[in-house]
């Protein structure tokens, strides 16, 4: 079976692995840092925190960010229930508002007529790695005091114009909040966090890096940067600046004190040495996928039986994924062509389920219909394989499969 996405691990890789299995600290020693390090250089944002997955990194995202019981967070239905569920663990309600048709990414109007005295934040998914349209998100979250979390677990790597998208001209952050840009001209990496506060990324093995299971949160605020810390540690400080007990007697050198209910989110360095590892490869994983895609997209161009992703003017999509969306004749096929192409060996998979139609939030009160488009993006939608690993006979062998089973479909 050819996988819809799977980890790239080279010799090099393996060796930063043992190297930390022979060394001092197999957690919370120097990798860690590193990695962190690295991600900021990489992105442009100012700190990075790693947390043991993307769930961890979102809910802490969510923490640092205010969220609580009462406050409702916009986020759209065409992503994995993780995204939402990061409210529901603090109380507050998740709003799901509409997706643009082509690309499944939040529709910045619907976000707009969705925001209400309780919103406390946008959670935007970069929904295959193609990034929303920031600049717009960020212009209404503004004008209403909303936290802006970028989920980007799909979007490591790709890049957003800061000029020609539909943000109507909304500022970036003033010059001293500016982070370091990696990129030249009008191109920023996800991550930057100049039109966001928070960026989520998650490298589980399909993503485009790996650390096994990880994620972590980028930010420039140094504010959102200490409580992220503190959650991944169980609500708990060393640092003597912070501590809030006056009279602590007798207390020494090992004194801590816990301020918040947190978590062990923490990753080991065995992990961080290997995302640390991977992170040099990225753009040359990024790059390959362009390439696929671009191969893909020239095979099926003008075809009459299905769309292929768009990409914007305002994106350089990462291409975590490939969904490609079925014509109206054949997306009341989808089930025996999604079962056609696994049997022929290609290994397929749907992105999303919108995430209120599984029982647990229908059971909450979400119903069917609320969001229209993702309903229908949903009905068309198949994941072909598409990743760093593919060589272009594999990449050919998945395109004539494709052609014969819906052909047949
Ligand atoms: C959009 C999105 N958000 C969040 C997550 C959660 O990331 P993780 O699997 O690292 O916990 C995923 C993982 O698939 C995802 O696709």
Not at 201 to 228: M, Q
Not at 311 to 316: L, P
Request: net charge neutral.
């Amino acid at each position: 079976m050819i996988p819809y996405s799977r980890q790239l691990i080279e010799q090099d890789d393996i060796e930063a692995v043992t190297q930390v299995l022979r060394s001092d600290f197999l957690t919370q020693g120097p990798a860690g840092e590193s990695f962190e390090s690295a991600l900021t250089s990489y992105t442009g944002a100012r700190y990075a925190v790693l947390f043991s997955s993307g769930t961890a990194a979102l809910h802490a995202a969510h923490f640092a960010a205010g969220v609580g019981k009462g406050d409702e967070v916009i986020t759209s239905p065409i992503t994995f229930a993780a995204t939402s569920n990061a409210a529901l663990y603090l109380g507050a309600t998740p709003v799901f508002v509409d997706v643009e048709s082509d690309t499944g990414n939040m529709d910045v109007e619907g976000f707009e007529q969705a925001i209400t005295p309780r919103s406390k934040a946008v959670v935007p998914v970069h929904y295959g790695g193609h990034p929303v349209d920031l600049k717009g998100i960020s212009l209404v979250a503004k004008e209403s005091g909303l936290v802006v979390i970028e989920d980007a677990c799909h979007a490591l790597g790709a890049e957003y114009r800061t000029t020609g998208s539909r943000g109507r001209g909304v500022e970036g952050p003033s010059e001293a909040q500016r982070p370091r840009l990696e990129t030249g001209d009008d191109w920023i990496k996800i991550g930057s966090c100049e039109y966001s506060d928070m960026t989520v990324f998650s490298f589980h093995p399909v993503k485009h890096i790996t650390t096994g299971e990880g994620g972590a949160v980028l930010t420039n605020r140094s504010d959102y940067y200490e409580k992220l810390r503190i959650f991944r540690t169980h609500g708990i400080t060393k640092d003597p600046s912070k501590f809030r007990l006056q009279n602590r007697e007798p207390d020494g050198d090992w004194y801590y004190e816990m301020h918040a209910l947190g978590f062990n989110y923490r990753i080991s360095d065995i992990q961080a040495a290997l995302g640390m590892s991977q992170l040099r490869k990225l753009d040359r994983f990024v790059s390959r996928r362009r390439e696929i895609a671009e191969r893909y997209e020239t095979a099926f161009t003008s075809n009459p039986l299905f769309a292929t992703p768009p990409e914007r003017s305002y994106a350089k999509s990462s291409y975590h994924l490939y969904p490609i969306r079925l014509s109206d004749k054949l997306r009341r096929n989808k089930s025996e062509i999604f079962s056609a192409l696994r049997k022929a060996g290609t290994g397929v998979q749907v992105h999303y389920i919108p995430v209120y139609l599984h029982p647990y939030y229908r059971e909450m009160g979400y119903k069917p219909g609320i969001c229209p488009a993702a309903e229908e993006f949903y009905q068309r939608e198949i994941s072909i394989p598409l990743h760093q690993g593919m060589d272009n006979e594999t990449v050919d062998t998945v395109i004539k499969f494709l052609r014969r089973s819906l052909n047949n479909g």
